[in-house]
């Protein structure tokens, strides 16, 4: 099994053990939920959370809470938890087997953020989605999207899984990644070269990689694992292996398609197997 499989897996037994958590809530964990409320939310608490906020998450969530490389805050739902103690939690431990760090202040610090946190979606309306997906899924398809990439198991394994990508990616972030896929490469995603002694060039995506060896999965999906010793040339690339769909897919397609992806979600709507 991959470890994206794994994780995967794990994600969705996750999702399992908090959907079965919702229909018959124990009761400590309701009476946690109901009665821990955040003791810290004057206008300074939300100040002082906001400054801890522009310098340890706006690098992934945005300055506004927009989302990019982290989700986006503003909408109000939390898939996490939205209880004041479930968002201590998140932010406290982080999110295992994704990017989200965990990070440890002190208790009243903690609260400011999760005071701030709140504060993003009191302010701006959620993201209108004004694409049809429908509609979308259908550009998904004439273009080849599938070539590389996999939603719900189906698709090829140059690209990252899209199955989860709605609910892990703003919008602005997925027009970027479709629109300039060279201009934020995450080092998951670099690409390596190498050459072994007397052999061709096998290109794939960067697994792992240490002073001694590196791992790479090639077109095929097969992980394949080389000595540098045995390497004739081993060159990392942190460009895209994803073509840029800049004036190939205009108007109403790319807003048609972004909502497709943002409906990508497990759990979803467009998730039959949950
Ligand atoms: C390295 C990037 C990164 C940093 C730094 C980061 N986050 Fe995150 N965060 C993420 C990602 C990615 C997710 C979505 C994880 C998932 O569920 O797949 C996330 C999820 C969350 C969630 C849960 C959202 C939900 O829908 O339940 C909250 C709340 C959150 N982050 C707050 C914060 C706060 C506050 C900080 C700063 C202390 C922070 N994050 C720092 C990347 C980051
Ligand atoms: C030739 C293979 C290839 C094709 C075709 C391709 N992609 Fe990609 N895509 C990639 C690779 C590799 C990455 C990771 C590197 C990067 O971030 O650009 C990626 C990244 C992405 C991301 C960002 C994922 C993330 O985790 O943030 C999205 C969204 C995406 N592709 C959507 C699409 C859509 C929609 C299409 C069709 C219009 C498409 N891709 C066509 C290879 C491809």
């Given at each position: 099994?991959?470890?994206?499989k794994?994780?995967?897996?794990?994600?969705?037994?996750?999702?399992?053990a908090?959907a079965s958590?919702?229909?018959a809530?124990?009761?400590?964990?309701q009476?946690?939920?109901q009665?821990?409320?955040n003791?810290?939310t004057?206008e300074e608490?939300?100040?002082?959370?906001?400054r801890l906020?522009?310098s340890h998450?706006?690098?992934?969530?945005?300055?506004?809470?927009?989302?990019?490389?982290?989700?986006?805050?503003?909408?109000?739902?939390?898939?996490h938890?939205?209880?004041?103690?479930?968002?201590?939690?998140?932010?406290?431990?982080?999110i295992?087997?994704t990017e989200m760090?965990?990070?440890f202040?002190?208790g009243?610090?903690?609260w400011?953020?999760v005071?701030f946190?709140?504060s993003?979606s009191?302010?701006?309306?959620a993201?209108?989605?004004?694409?049809d997906?429908?509609?979308?899924?259908?550009v998904?398809?004439?273009?080849?999207?599938a070539v590389?990439h996999q939603?719900r198991?189906?698709g090829?394994?140059?690209?990252?899984?899209?199955?989860?990508?709605?609910a892990?990616?703003s919008?602005?972030?997925?027009?970027a990644?479709?629109?300039?896929?060279?201009?934020d490469v995450?080092p998951?995603?670099?690409?390596a070269?190498?050459?072994?002694?007397?052999?061709k060039?096998i290109t794939?995506?960067?697994?792992?990689e240490?002073?001694f060896?590196?791992?790479?999965r090639d077109?095929?999906?097969r992980l394949?694992?080389?000595?540098?010793?045995?390497?004739?040339?081993?060159?990392?690339?942190?460009?895209?292996?994803?073509?840029t769909?800049?004036g190939?897919?205009q108007?109403?397609d790319f807003d048609?398609?972004?909502a497709?992806l943002a409906?990508?979600?497990?759990?979803?709507p467009?998730?039959?197997q949950?």
């Open positions: 099994m991959t470890r994206g794994a994780l995967r897996q794990l994600r969705i037994l996750v999702l399992l908090t958590l919702m229909a809530p124990e009761p400590e964990q009476q946690a939920d009665t821990i409320r003791p810290y004057s608490d939300v100040a002082a959370g906001g906020y522009r998450c706006a690098v992934c969530h945005g300055i506004e809470g927009e989302g990019g490389r982290g989700v986006d805050l503003t909408t109000g739902r939390f898939r938890g939205s209880s004041d103690s479930r968002l201590f939690t998140t932010i406290s431990e982080g295992p087997g760090p965990g990070i202040f002190n009243r610090q903690m400011q953020l005071a946190v709140r993003l009191a302010g701006r309306a993201e209108q989605i004004s694409g997906p429908a509609k979308g899924e259908a998904y398809a004439a273009n080849g999207c590389c939603i198991g189906e090829g394994s140059l690209g990252p899984d899209l199955t989860d990508i709605g892990i990616r919008m602005g972030h997925l027009q990644a479709i629109l300039e896929p060279d201009a995450l998951q995603h670099w690409m070269n190498v050459t072994p002694e007397g052999g060039q794939g995506l960067r697994m792992n240490d002073t060896s590196i791992q790479l077109a095929a999906g394949r694992s080389f000595r540098k010793t045995e390497l004739e040339a081993v060159e990392v690339d942190r460009s895209s292996a994803m073509p769909f800049e190939r897919i108007g109403d048609n398609l972004i497709y409906t990508l979600r497990l759990g979803g467009n998730d039959e949950q």
